[in-house]
């Protein structure tokens, strides 16, 4: 079936501007989340969503990121004014209900670049 | 289409063993090859592989790419409980709309 699926799959932008990230997970899949690599760094954990609940967003960097996900399903990552160091790549995952050892399946991440 | 194919998807095996996981993998202008160690919400980044032949060392744990055979292992030596975890493989391409390609990963449990 379908993978988590997202776009753009790059983006280009100057300094200053907003930016909006978009995440489609696999269908049925409750838990979605996102994280950054930037160059040469790992995996960084920005924020987590499960079901309904309120989501976990102790990774979120500062208060110019945040993230929505609507109806249960699709997640929009908005990084406002952006900097040159939120360049990196943004990749989002689902699972299916988030349990600690699931499986989580990744995106192609979407390769941010700030000007 | 990319591809990324990890082997065993899932593994068992006592402490103390010694265990090898495969990743095959099919990735346009490949650039590099990553493996992460995912026990909590955050898979831990743990090794980049760009050059073939070189291994790669930390602590227990090493890695290896075959850029010609388009393969990579991870082995993980005297294997101790808190090693278990899902291991990812991924592939980068260095952009486009492929990106970075991830295997299903290997479900590795280690018994006492």
């Known amino acids: 079936g379908a993978g988590v699926s997202q776009s753009p799959s790059n983006k280009v932008t100057e300094k200053g501007k907003d930016v909006e990230l978009r995440c489609d997970p696999i269908?049925?899949?409750?838990?979605l989340y996102w994280y950054r690599q930037s160059l040469g760094q790992g995996l960084e954990f920005l924020i987590y969503?499960?079901?309904?609940?309120?989501?976990?967003k102790s990774g979120l960097p500062s208060d110019r990121f945040s993230a929505e996900r609507t109806g249960g399903s699709v997640s929009t990552l908005t990084i406002q004014r952006t900097q040159q160091e939120d360049s990196a790549v943004y990749l989002c995952?689902?699972?299916?209900?988030?349990?600690?050892?699931?499986?989580?399946?990744f995106g192609p991440g979407t390769r941010l670049l700030v000007l | 289409e990319d591809k990324v194919v990890q082997s065993p998807l899932s593994l068992v095996v006592h402490e103390g063993d010694t265990v090898t996981l495969n990743c095959s993998y099919e990735?346009?202008?490949?650039?590099?090859l990553l493996w992460y160690k995912q026990e909590k919400k955050a898979p831990t980044f743990l090794f980049m592989l760009?050059?073939?032949?070189i291994e790669k060392k930390s602590g227990r744990l090493s890695s290896i790419l075959d850029k010609k055979e388009l393969f990579s292992i991870l082995n993980i030596t005297a294997t101790q409980t808190g090693d278990s975890a899902v291991y990812l493989c991924?592939?980068?391409?260095?952009?486009?709309?492929?990106?970075?390609?991830f295997g299903k990963g290997t479900h590795l449990i280690i018994q006492p």
């Open positions: 995952a689902s699972s299916p209900r988030g349990g600690r050892f699931e499986t989580q399946y």
């Open positions: 760009t050059s073939s032949g």
């Open positions: 969503f499960q079901g309904n609940s309120a989501p976990d």
């Open positions: 990735v346009t202008n490949f650039r590099s």
């Open positions: 269908s049925g899949h409750t838990a």
């Open positions: 991924a592939g980068d391409s260095g952009g486009g709309a492929d990106g970075l390609t």
